[in-house]
T-cell receptor
Framework: GENVEQHPSTLSVQEGDSAVIKCTYS??????FPWYKQELGKGPQLIID?????GEKKDQRIAVTLNKTAKHFSLHITETQPEDSAVYFC?????????????FGGGTRVLVKP | EAGVVQSPRYKIIEKKQPVAFWCNPI?????LYWYLQNLGQGPELLIR????????DSQLPKDRFSAERLKGVDSTLKIQPAELGDSAVYLC???????????FGQGTRLTVV
């Protein structure tokens, strides 16, 4: 089955700096790659996703890039703010829909220092 | 609009006891998921429902876990008997369909002692 590796496990950045989280996946058939943000005591919240027919997607300070050949994708957060502090999860699934089985990475705990 | 509601938020039980979790999805959402999240790890799918039908339960340990979604709305997840290793957060999520974004509830944190 699919295996998703996520790095780093923790990331500490100064407010205003950029943060980058990287994920690799094993199943070349995967074609849907969402990113989730999970704050303490809350469930994961989808922040951005990308499908395999797209190489990059941006939404304000958040961007995701996908390299299907290398089977890796990354989350980029620019101009980080204290409210960006949370655990971030990448995921991958086969099929177009979120309803297909999502395999999550192990998570990255991001701390933005004011 | 209310999000996915789960109860209880926290549950502490002794091993070998039964426990049940309840989930009320967002109104109109046909697809419902139960995920298991161990400490410091990503969620893992246990079971997915399309309306009242369980369409993917391959990861559900059927010897002790059971789930139901009567009438295709609310769902319950049960563990009987609970083991120490079942201590985790149990997340429920729902989506309009299998092709739509999944919204997660806050989860139920289970501690088995």
């Amino acid at each position: 089955g699919e295996n998703v590796e996520q790095h780093p496990s923790t990331l500490s950045v100064q407010e205003g700096d950029s943060a980058v989280i990287k994920c690799t996946y094993s199943d070349s058939a995967s074609n849907y790659f969402p990113w989730y943000k999970q704050e303490l005591g809350k469930g994961p919240q989808l922040i951005i996703d990308i499908r395999s027919n797209v190489g990059e997607k941006k939404d304000q300070r958040i961007a995701v890039t996908l390299n299907k050949t290398a089977k890796h994708f990354s989350l980029h957060i620019t101009e980080t703010q204290p409210e960006d502090s949370a655990v971030y999860f990448c995921a991958a699934s086969i099929g177009k829909a979120a309803g297909n089985k999502l395999t999550f990475g192990g998570g990255t705990r991001v701390l933005v220092k004011p | 609009e209310a999000g996915v509601v789960q109860s209880p938020r926290y549950k502490i039980i002794e091993k070998k006891q039964p426990v049940a979790f309840w989930c009320n999805p967002i109104s109109g959402h046909n697809t419902l998921y139960w995920y298991l999240q161990n400490l410091g790890q990503g969620p893992e799918l246990l079971i997915r429902y399309e309306n009242e039908e369980a369409v993917d339960d391959s990861q559900l340990p059927k010897d002790r876990f059971s789930a139901e979604r009567l009438k295709g709305v609310d769902s319950t997840l049960k563990i009987q008997p609970a083991e120490l290793g079942d201590s985790a957060v149990y997340l429920c999520a729902s989506s309009l369909s299998r092709a739509a974004e999944a919204f997660f509830g806050q989860g139920t944190r289970l501690t088995v002692v």
